[in-house]
């Protein structure tokens, strides 16, 4: 457990946690002095509270034997170095964005129990951080059983994609993935990314078969001059919730 999900795990242990913090950071940041010192005035505001709810709720977080302040120093050190990824990333301009998420996990969690589930998942996790290295791709975010992925480009978008697809074939992971991809300028915000094409991205998945890769026309015209070894189906054209035109997508 890294030290953002420990935070996430206190946070969940003890819902009121919120609205406190939250009150806590209104007194206590001003602006004007920059997120990292946000980050650093904050800590002695929250140190109190969480405090108090490990003595209620002992936690992981509380095991780690840290000041509050020490972990909040290091989750604003986390965030300036994913930005820095995040940004270098988005050098050239256009970004590959990469949605993955496993099909019929309901019933996969249904099937085989919540444990079960949390081990595929790490599983996976590793597999496609791992995957995703030689296309020098970066796992923005993991929200449950999906996966944000970055690229410099959308051919390495593409070959990360495919990439991830055989690694799990070899593994014999005993899930099957839906993988949607795209191209554009998403917007970057401290670690995470944002925007119109990341939304886009999203919405392919629901025009994803299990097994298939998605890859939509702006992505694979960037991306197929440099992909010699890749075959794209012939293309569709489907209509995704809350645009007015169509998209054209191919698979791969």
Same mark, same amino acid.
């Given at each position: 457990?890294?030290?953002?999900?420990? *935070?996430?795990?206190?946070?969940?242990?003890?819902?009121?946690?919120? +609205?406190?913090?939250?009150?806590?950071?209104?007194?206590?940041?001003?602006? =004007?002095?920059?997120?990292? /010192?946000? !980050?650093?005035?904050?800590?002695?505001?929250?140190?109190?509270?969480?405090?108090?709810?490990?003595?209620?709720?002992? /936690?992981?977080?509380?095991?780690?034997?840290?000041?509050?302040?020490?972990?909040?120093?290091?989750? $604003?050190?986390? &965030?300036?170095? @994913? %930005? %820095?990824?995040?940004?270098?990333?988005?050098?050239?301009?256009?970004?590959?964005?990469?949605?993955?998420? *496993?099909?019929?996990?309901?019933?996969?969690?249904?099937?085989?129990?919540?444990?079960?589930?949390?081990?595929?998942? %790490?599983?996976?996790? $590793?597999?496609?951080?791992?995957?995703?290295?030689? #296309?020098?791709?970066?796992?923005?975010?993991?929200?449950?059983?999906?996966?944000?992925?970055?690229? +410099? /480009? $959308? %051919?390495?978008?593409?070959?990360?994609?495919?990439?991830?697809? @055989?690694?799990?074939?070899?593994?014999?992971?005993?899930?099957?993935?839906?993988?949607?991809?795209? #191209?554009?300028?998403?917007?970057?915000?401290?670690?995470?990314?944002?925007?119109? &094409?990341?939304?886009?991205?999203?919405?392919?998945?629901?025009?994803? &078969? +299990?097994?298939?890769? *998605? *890859?939509?026309?702006?992505?694979?015209?960037?991306?197929?001059?440099?992909?010699?070894?890749?075959?794209?189906?012939?293309?569709?054209?489907?209509?995704? =919730?809350?645009? @007015?035109? +169509? !998209?054209?997508?191919? @698979?791969?």
């Amino acid at each position: 457990m890294n030290v953002r999900e420990a *935070v996430i795990a206190a946070l969940r242990r003890d819902p009121d946690l919120v +609205p406190k913090m939250a009150e806590s950071l209104r007194e206590r940041i001003d602006e =004007r002095d920059g997120p990292m /010192s946000t !980050v650093v005035q904050s800590a002695g505001a929250l140190e109190p509270i969480i405090r108090e709810a490990f003595k209620k709720r002992p /936690s992981k977080l509380g095991a780690l034997g840290l000041r509050t302040s020490h972990l909040l120093a290091q989750l $604003a050190a986390d &965030d300036r170095r @994913s %930005s %820095s990824r995040l940004q270098r990333i988005a050098e050239g301009g256009t970004v590959g964005i990469v949605f993955v998420d *496993v099909a019929d996990f309901t019933s996969f969690t249904e099937t085989k129990g919540d444990k079960e589930a949390l081990k595929m998942l %790490s599983k996976l996790d $590793a597999l496609i951080k791992t995957a995703i290295k030689p #296309a020098k791709g970066e796992c923005v975010k993991q929200l449950g059983d999906g996966f944000l992925l970055a690229f +410099p /480009s $959308a %051919s390495q978008a593409v070959r990360g994609a495919t990439t991830i697809r @055989s690694a799990l074939k070899r593994k014999n992971l005993d899930v099957r993935l839906r993988i949607a991809v795209h #191209a554009g300028e998403p917007l970057i915000e401290q670690d995470d990314l944002l925007g119109h &094409d990341v939304n886009l991205t999203a919405r392919l998945l629901d025009h994803c &078969d +299990p097994g298939e890769i *998605v *890859v939509s026309e702006a992505a694979k015209t960037l991306a197929e001059k440099r992909l010699k070894k890749v075959k794209f189906k012939k293309g569709r054209v489907i209509k995704i =919730r809350g645009l @007015s035109t +169509p !998209v054209h997508v191919f @698979s791969v």
